[in-house]
Nanobody, 120 residues
């Protein structure tokens, strides 16, 4: 069983920074794509940032220049460095990964979510 565990969320003032972490554990051959999604109150879940095994990064337009996604392959962990936070960034942030559990076999896994609240 593969699991994702997020951490690092909290309450921060506008303009501040937070770093989220997501560690993958279990049967993992490789992590194809791993990234972050968020869901604000009353809104649908949206993509924030992803990073592939090859290091290719993709960001939502709303976070470009402010957020940076990175991964530590040795630790099976992905990070989201969030700078210049805005109240609009307030949401539950979820880690998602497409994991190759065995060569040729993939599964998509979601974490439980971590709350980020940005005050004005």
């Amino acid at each position: 069983q593969v699991q994702l565990a997020e951490s690092g969320g909290g309450l921060v003032q506008a303009g501040g920074s937070l770093r989220l972490s997501c560690a993958a554990t279990g049967s993992i051959f490789s992590i194809d794509v791993i990234g972050w999604y968020r869901q604000a109150p009353g809104k649908q879940r949206e993509l924030v940032a992803t990073i592939t095994s090859g290091g290719n990064r993709n960001y939502a337009d709303s976070v470009k220049g402010r957020f940076t996604i990175s991964r530590d392959n040795a630790k099976n962990t992905v990070y989201l460095q969030m700078n210049s936070l805005k109240p609009e960034d307030t949401a539950v942030y979820y880690c998602n990964a497409r994991i190759q559990i065995v060569r040729g076999t993939f599964t998509s896994v979601w974490g439980q979510g971590t709350h980020v609240t940005v005050s004005s």
